[in-house]
C-alpha cells in the first residue's frame, strides 16, 4: 500500500536495546523454528503516572473559557487582578500557578474544552513540573472525570524501547468520580497498539507479533494455536502461505495463521463476534517493488493487526458476554525467487482462484482466508481491519477510517459511537457495479483493479466475495498512524477507531448480538431514494 514519504534521517548503526523481559536478538532467534514464548507483554506505561493516593497532591482545578469568566466573579480583586495580568484565557491545555494566598480550593488553573474533554490535559504531564496532582472534582462528572484520567494517561504515552524518556512526568491522583477500570482498559489497549505498530520490523516479525497475541491469550486464559509456513498448504490457508512464504518457510520470518478463541460471562450462548486483522510487519510490495517513499512507513503495515489485538484485550479484560473468536494472519511481503509473481494464480481457501494483478495489493490476500474460515463459523458479526489501500487515505485523510458494511443499521451504530467518542469512521459504499473492475480472463476474481479508480472499494469487494449473504460483516480501512495531532497523541502508530468499536461491541453484546436484537441508533440509517420523475421534453 503506497504511503506519504516522511521526512527522516537515519542515525549512524549502534546496538539495540531490548524492550523489558525481551532477548537483545528479538522475541525469537533465527535458529528456532518455533520459538519460546514470553510470558508477558512489553511494559505498558499509560497508568503508571496515574497514583491511588498522595500525601500532598496539588490541586487542579480545570475550567472552560466561559467558566473562568464564572470563577473570577466571585474571587478577589487581587486574584482577578494576577489572572488578567498572566493573560490567562483558560486556553485548552494552558495552566496558571496561583498565589498561595488564593482561595477557592485551587492552586493551579487548567484550560479545558466545554464540556467533555478527552486530550487538554494530556498536555499537562510533559509541561508540569515533576510531582502529583489532584482534580478539583466539585463540579465535574463521572464522565468529565473518566475523560480526564485518559488524556492524562495518554499525554504520558512514549515509544521507550529505543531510548529513555526526556524527563520525568507528572503525576495525577486518580479522581474519585472516576471509572478507573474502564480507563485503564483503554490506556493498556492504546499503549499495546502503539507499542506494536512503533516497533521496527527488524523486532516486529511474524513472530514476534505472533508472540504478543499468545501473551494476550495467556493473560485472559483463552485458548490458541499457530499454524506456521508449509503447514499453511496442509491446513489449506494457501494465498496467506502465498504472500509470506518469500520470506522464509520456516523460522520467525515464515507466514503463520495466529487463532484465538475465547468465552466470557456470556458461556456458550453470547453471540459469537469474529475479529480479523492484516498483519503484514513489513511490506516491501513484493516484486511490485515499492519506491523508497512507499516503503518507508511499511512497518505499520500490521496496524489491523494491532488494533483488533487491543481490542481483543479490551473485550476480554471487560469480560463482555459474546464468545470471542480473534485471527491474525501474520506475513512478510517479502522479494525472493520464491516469491509470488503478477499474474500468477492462486486458490484460496474458500475454492476461489484469484489472479495476481499487483503483489502490493496483498493485505486483502492473507485476510479472504482468514476470513473464510472465520465465515464457516457463523459469527453473528465479523470485523476485518487493515491498513488496505493507500486510496482510502487520498479519499479521507489520516484521521478517519473508511468503514464498509453489508448492515445499514450496524454500520451506523458503529458510526454513532464513533461520533461520541471523538473517534469517527466515514463510511463508503460497498458499490456493486465496480465488481466488474475485479474481473479476470483466466480466474474467478482478480485481487485488484488493472486502473487506479475506487481502490480502497474494489478492496472490500474483494473481501466480501468471502464473506456469506447472511453473515454481519463491517471491514475498516485504517491508516494506523497519526501525526501533528498535538499532546496525547504523538506521531506515530495509533489503533484508530478503538474507543468507538470498544464502546459499539459493548452495546452490541449487551443486546444479544442477535438479528432481533438491532442496535438503534439515534439517527436512522440513510435508505436508497427513488429517483423523481421528470416531465418529458428538453430542459
Known sequence: MPMPRPSLRFAATRPIPAAPGIPPGGLFQETA????????????SLIHHLVARATRATPLLPLSEKALALWLKDRPAGLQAWVKAAGFTAKPGSFLLLPPESDGGARILVGVEPGLDRWSLAALPATLPAGTYALVEDDLTPAQCDAHAFAWGMGCYRFTRYRAGARELARLVWPRLCDRAAVERIL??????????NTPAEHMGPADLAAAVRAVAQRHKASYSEIVGDQLLKANYPTIHAVGRAAGTNGPRAPRLVDVSWQGSGGKQGPLLALIGKGVCFDTGGLDLKPRGGMMMMKKDMGGAATVLALAQMIMAADLPLRLR???PAVENSVAGNAIRPLDVVKTRKGITVEINDTDAEGRLILCDAMAEADAQKPDLMIDMATLTGAARVALGPDLPALFANDDDLAEALLRHGRDAGDPFWRLPLWKPYRKMLESKVADIANCEPGSFAGAITAALYLQEFVS?????????????????GAGRPDGGEPLGLRALFAFISEWAAKGGKPGAKIIANRPAPRPRGTAKRPRGRR
Open 33 to 44: 523454528p518455533v520459538p519460546k514464548q514470553p510470558t508477558s507483554l512489553p511494559d505498558q
Open 188 to 197: 493498556g489497549a492504546v499503549a499495546l497498539g502503539r507499542d506494536l505498530i
Open 326 to 328: 480473534l485471527m491474525i
Open 469 to 485: 449473504p447472511t453473515t454481519k460483516w463491517l471491514h475498516v480501512d485504517t491508516w494506523g498512524w497519526t501525526q501533528g495531532k
